[in-house]
């Protein structure tokens, strides 16, 4: 089979696809250095994961899991019980990495989704690790995955399962994907422009439109290995030194002025790659845009950073003012 291409997911407006296990949303434990236009800041809070049990079940016996060899790609719509092999290349919502060492004995009542998040937890880290050759970045855009059979098949005795890896979004449904992961880049990134909503708790879920409330948006995506094409690692501090660089830069770009990013009131930041990160394959990261009191706390953002409408916390945003920077001019008049 032909090389496959490494392919990022377009930004969603919504998050509303047919739910698959496992699930985790999201930029996991971003530690992020940030700078503020003519102030510092260090942002020493993190993106956690949570997990939204959204498993697809095969309401029919579960052929298509039995025939399904590590390295098959999987998809379906909107009903998940109408699941299909497809080339990897094509867009595709599960890779099978192969079947878990044991499954849940012919007595067994039918799972809840706790048991089976326990099954995926015990049994498929092994399997998707062997797979792989490594591990999943814990903190990346790929997540592990067990697909069952539905309640009717699992009557019939029918106790297929198996083990694979998946993205999904902040409501833990399923996105489509082109590529095997193994020739793909393992890093959790969205194209500038993309907004990160929250949830009622303050917690990151995924990809929003920028008119609803959101806590950052990106402005860059930064491969990490035009600066450290042969690195094992690099450090935090290598890390952080380079995107302090090319950060405030990129985002001057992405608004076309200087004075666009100083207008917006917000706060430059970006995420770094720890080891086991760069371990797994993860090569990027990115800049964004919050605002934060406390460097934990993130404020609700309301419309793009570029838009005229853009509100802070429901208000319109305060340019900072540069030290060193003359004062205004007098309003002629007054």
Request: net charge neutral.
């Amino acid at each position: 089979m032909a090389d496959d291409t490494d392919t990022q997911p377009a930004p969603a407006e919504k998050t509303g696809r047919a739910g698959a296990l496992p699930v985790r949303v999201v930029l996991a434990a971003v530690i992020v250095g940030a700078l503020a236009i003519g102030a510092g800041l260090y942002f020493t809070g993190a993106f956690e994961p949570k997990n939204e049990e959204k498993a697809p079940r095969l309401a029919a016996a579960g052929t298509t899991l039995a025939r399904s060899k590590p390295g098959t790609c999987l998809t379906w719509d909107k009903d998940p019980t109408v699941m299909a092999p497809v080339d990897c290349l094509q867009p595709h919502k599960f890779e099978v990495a192969g079947e878990p060492a044991r499954t849940l004995p012919e007595n067994a009542p039918y799972p809840s989704q706790s048991v089976i998040e326990a099954q995926r937890d015990q049994l498929c880290p092994p399997v998707v690790t062997e797979y792989l050759g490594t591990r999943l970045d814990p903190k990346g855009r790929f997540q592990m995955g067990l697909l069952a059979p539905g309640e009717k098949a699992w009557e019939s005795g029918d106790r297929t399962m198996r083990c694979g890896i998946q993205v999904s979004d902040g409501a833990g449904e399923p996105q489509e994907v082109q590529g095997r992961v193994v020739n793909q880049d393992k890093s959790l990134t969205w194209p500038p422009g993309t907004c990160i909503g929250l949830d009622n708790r303050g917690q990151f879920t995924g990809p929003v439109g920028c008119a609803q409330p959101h806590g950052i948006e990106v402005t860059a995506v930064i491969d990490m290995r035009q600066a450290f094409p042969d690195a094992s690692w690099p450090t935090e501090r290598q890390q952080k030194d380079y995107l302090e660089r090319i950060c405030p830069s990129r985002t001057t770009g992405w608004f076309g002025s200087q004075d666009g990013f100083r207008k917006s009131g917000l706060q430059l930041a970006w995420n770094t790659l720890s080891q086991p990160s760069w371990t797994a394959g993860s090569r990027s990261v990115i800049c964004f845009l919050a605002s934060s009191k406390d460097g934990r706390t993130f404020t609700p953002i309301t419309g793009s950073a570029k838009s005229p409408d853009l509100l802070i916390d429901g208000k319109k945003p305060v340019m900072p003012t540069l030290p060193g920077a003359p004062a205004p001019a007098p309003t002629p008049g007054r």
